[in-house]
T-cell receptor, first 114, second 109 residues
Framework: NAGVMQNPRHLVRRRGQEARLRCSPMKGHSHVYWYRQLPEEGLKFMVYLQKENIIDESGMPKERFSAEFPKEGPSILRIQQVVRGDSAAYFC????????????FGPGTRLTVL | AQRVTQPEKLLSVFKGAPVELKCNYSYSGSPELFWYVQYSRQRLQLLLRHISRESIKGFTADLNKGETSFHLKKPFAQEEDSAMYYCALTQGGSEKLVFGKGTKLTVNP
């Protein structure tokens, strides 16, 4: 089992462009979580998804951010019209069920907005 | 609001010395507490959780509800323990983890 995969590992965008971050959960895991880590901060929850459903998006900014976890393929975190403040490390985690409570983390995507 | 506080950003000890990484939380219900660790160039991984009441790599952590603390302890630190340590909690009925800002532990030879 290769673990949670995230790509790209590093992403550079100019202000106003779109950023797409991908997360492939561990095999057999149907729950995906996205977290953001700003410099000098801890990880902050953004969104929790199951296949084709958003369960909890209480940590998502109201505008420009969206997430999906389609029936086939990876989960996608999409940031439209990026601004410098979006520069951060974005981590994805997965778990096999909501009761396991252990979340397995990916290596993260470091987004830099110029 | 739920909050996890790790008062020490950096902690440095010598090999063989005891180490304690502090974690305090604020939450009105009954949270589940975790310690996650990130070794250099590795991904974040679960170290231990309070419901397991187990010792991992010599580390233990006891939940003190009176003091709302979940400090991580190890009696004899090793150089390979050098890493970033994050305390986290989940709120009852929710799956999202609330993290502290982390403590960078350095164990010197």
């Amino acid at each position: 089992n290769a673990g949670v995969m995230q790509n790209p590992r590093h992403l550079v965008r100019r202000r106003g462009q779109e950023a797409r971050l991908r997360c492939s959960p561990m095999k057999g895991h149907s729950h995906v979580y996205w977290y953001r880590q700003l410099p000098e901060e801890g990880l902050k929850f953004m969104v929790y998804l199951q296949k084709e459903n958003i369960i909890d998006e209480s940590g998502m900014p109201k505008e420009r951010f969206s997430a999906e976890f389609p029936k086939e393929g990876p989960s996608i975190l999409r940031i439209q019209q990026v601004v410098r403040g979006d520069s951060a490390a974005y981590f994805c985690a997965s778990s096999p069920s909501s009761r396991s409570n252990e979340q397995f983390f990916g290596p993260g995507t470091r987004l830099t907005v110029l | 609001a739920q909050r996890v506080t790790q008062p020490e950003k950096l902690l440095s000890v010598f090999k063989g010395a005891p180490v304690e990484l502090k974690c305090n939380y604020s939450y009105s219900g009954s949270p589940e507490l975790f310690w996650y660790v990130q070794y250099s160039r590795q991904r974040l991984q679960l170290l231990l959780r309070h419901i397991s009441r187990e010792s991992i790599k010599g580390f233990t952590a006891d939940l003190n509800k009176g003091e709302t603390s979940f400090h991580l302890k190890k009696p004899f630190a090793q150089e390979e323990d050098s890493a970033m340590y994050y305390c986290a909690l989940t709120q009852g009925g929710s799956e999202k983890l609330v993290f502290g800002k982390g403590t960078k532990l350095t164990v010197n030879p």
